[in-house]
T-cell receptor
Framework: AQSVTQLDSQVPVFEEAPVELRCNYS??????LFWYVQYPNQGLQLLLK??????LVKGINGFEAEFNKSQTSFHLRKPSVHISDTAEYFC????????????FGKGTRLSVIA | DGGITQSPKYLFRKEGQNVTLSCEQN?????MYWYRQDPGQGLRLIYY???????QKGDIAEGYSVSREKKESFPLTVTSAQKNPTAFYLC?????????????FGPGTRLTVT
């Protein structure tokens, strides 16, 4: 079965500093990878996704992620964070058949400090 | 606007009562999902359905029931058998078959049982 590990449960960072949120997945086959963001008391919103092609994926709000097959990682980065980026971030994986639900990591809470 | 609606936003019940959470989508998606979210535990899959009149148990189905009589609707009943029902419940939907598999989420229902 597929699984996702988000290595940090909480990440505090100062405003305008860069940030990296780490995600590793376990799968020996092709996968699709996703990052979602959740603001307090709201549903999840898709930030970006990797399906195939270029390993560097750009998403909304200035975020990007890099797919690394050899390290089975899909880390999320932003060069300069804003207070409004304070939220919980979830990494998820699925298999290309589309016959099983996404598998989510436990989430990383990003806190941006003024 | 196309999307997923969940109602109500907040729900309060007494212990021992069954309660039904509503989820409706107008995205014409075949698949629908229910997740439970608790602090620090990420999203845990309760039930999912890939077609009308069919559904599968997820990782934590005990104490919950669902129905899928219409493509647009996937209500979740939290029964009195669920030991710790207080949580944030998220409904999602997606397309099925080959292609992109991101899930679209509703705004969630926060259930409090006392």
């Amino acid at each position: 079965a597929q699984s996702v590990t988000q290595l940090d449960s909480q990440v505090p960072v100062f405003e305008e500093a860069p940030v990296e949120l780490r995600c590793n997945y376990s799968s020996s086959v092709s996968v699709y990878l996703f990052w979602y963001v959740q603001y307090p008391n709201q549903g999840l919103q898709l930030l970006l996704k990797y399906l195939s092609g270029s390993t560097l994926v750009k998403g909304i709000n200035g975020f990007e992620a890099e797919f690394n097959k050899s390290q089975t990682s899909f880390h999320l980065r932003k060069p300069s964070v804003h207070i409004s980026d304070t939220a919980e971030y979830f990494c998820a994986v699925s298999d290309p058949s589309g016959n099983t639900p996404l598998v989510f990591g436990k989430g990383t809470r990003l806190s941006v400090i003024a | 606007d196309g999307g997923i609606t969940q109602s109500p936003k907040y729900l309060f019940r007494k212990e021992g009562q069954n309660v039904t959470l509503s989820c409706e989508q107008n995205l014409n998606h075949d698949a629908m999902y229910w997740y439970r979210q608790d602090p620090g535990q990420g999203l845990r899959l309760i039930y999912y359905s890939q077609i009308v009149n069919d559904f599968q148990k997820g990782d934590i189905a005990e104490g919950y029931s669902v129905s899928r009589e219409k493509k647009e609707s996937f209500p979740l009943t939290v029964t009195s058998a669920q030991k710790n029902p207080t949580a944030f419940y998220l409904c999602a939907s997606s397309i099925t078959g080959p292609g992109s598999y991101e899930q679209y989420f509703g705004p969630g229902t926060r259930l409090t049982v006392t």
